[in-house]
């Protein structure tokens, strides 16, 4: 298989991650860098390696130098920004969340129907290998049926440590940075689909500073969904099943867990590749190789159904951005 030629979009953090992780994976290259900054691109360019540097989105997104994608601007410029490249036919993986809403993430499933090349929400947690090791143990009964699940991704950070979480104009909150994850983490073992989902919420700033999220679904399993952005909590999981249960730390990031039936608790490890964003890359490469649009793991009616969810959450706790009304 050829090298699919990556480019990044956006020189922040999360950025500087996944430039790391291009680089082990084999089917990748990691070949340009586009920032609205040309000083900020440079400087990204020179600690990781990156060949071309771009200072306009536009340009990019023309150059035959790229074949694919990573999106890792704010939340608001992910839909504009998805469909500058997926109408110029460059292959696009986007940070989580895939849009601010449904009804984004529709139009661009539309756009990379239309011109034939795949879109992805890089929603790491689902190609973890520890992750898929629990699906397979699942599977094979090993905690009889999952009735609970229980996620929380909660952090401690102040408006002057990170404003833009802090903006209601920038799709912030904890909702869409974290809360999603959780989301995921429940619809991986119980589906995408709950009969009841009820929310409440401490808003500040304009924007859900700690939310809780009750999700009921057809064969009575209940999840219990917490993501904050201005309180200390554990960012761990727990599947809770008929027969026993399993405990996940970390989880959005899961690298071991314990499966626990009675007093046995059997600790079981299962590292990502690298720094966890390699696993995503693979597929993206593998899928892009096999001529597809869409992943088998998570294809894009996955992603438009969670962020149903996060619609009707926001509108229960009377969350709206600017973009809703566009």
């Known amino acids: 298989m050829n090298k699919i030629r990556w480019g990044i979009v956006g020189a922040g953090n999360i950025a500087k991650k996944f430039a790391v992780a291009v680089k082990n994976v084999d089917c990748a290259e990691l070949v340009a860098i586009g920032s609205r900054t040309k000083e900020k691109g440079e400087a990204f360019a020179e600690a990781y ?26 939340h608001p410029m992910h839909v504009s920004c998805a469909l500058l490249f997926l109408e110029a036919k460059k292959h696009v993986l986007c940070e989580k969340p895939l849009c601010v ?3 984004q993430a529709i139009k661009l499933k539309e756009s990379a129907n239309r011109n034939g090349v795949f879109l992805m929400e890089a929603m790491w947690t689902r190609f973890l290998p520890a992750i898929k090791e629990i699906q397979g143990l699942i599977a094979e009964g090993a905690i009889g049926e999952v009735s609970g699940i229980k996620a929380d991704f909660c952090y401690a950070s102040t408006y002057d440590e990170d404003r833009k979480i802090y903006r209601n104009d920038m799709a912030g909150g904890s909702l869409l ?4 994850y959780g989301l995921h983490f429940s619809s991986i073992f119980l589906g995408e689909e709950p009969e009841e989902i009820s929310s409440m919420a401490k808003i500040g700033h304009g924007v859900d500073l700690h939310t809780n999220v ?10 219990y969904i917490s993501s904050a952005v201005d309180l200390y909590k554990p960012s761990d999981a727990y599947i809770y099943g008929t027969k026993g249960y399993i405990y996940v730390p970390t989880f959005y990031g899961a690298k071991d867990f314990y499966l626990c039936k009675g007093s046995e608790k059997l600790h079981i490890e299962k590292p990502s590749i690298g720094v966890g964003f390699e696993e995503e890359i693979y597929e993206v490469c593998h899928c892009i ?14 992603t438009v159904k969670i962020l149903s969810q996060m619609d009707l959450i926001r509108k229960q706790i009377g969350l709206e951005y600017p973009f809703d009304f566009e």
């Open 49 to 74: 390696g990156i060949e071309n540097v771009f200072d306009s989105y536009e340009a990019m997104a023309s150059s035959d130098k790229v074949d694919a994608v990573y999106i890792a601007t704010p």
């Open 101 to 103: 809403n449904a009804a």
């Open 177 to 180: 940075d974290v809360g999603v």
């Open 214 to 223: 009750l999700l009921k679904y057809k064969n009575g399993a209940i999840s």
């Open 289 to 302: 190789a096999a001529g597809k649009t869409e992943s088998d793991v998570l294809p894009l009616d996955k």
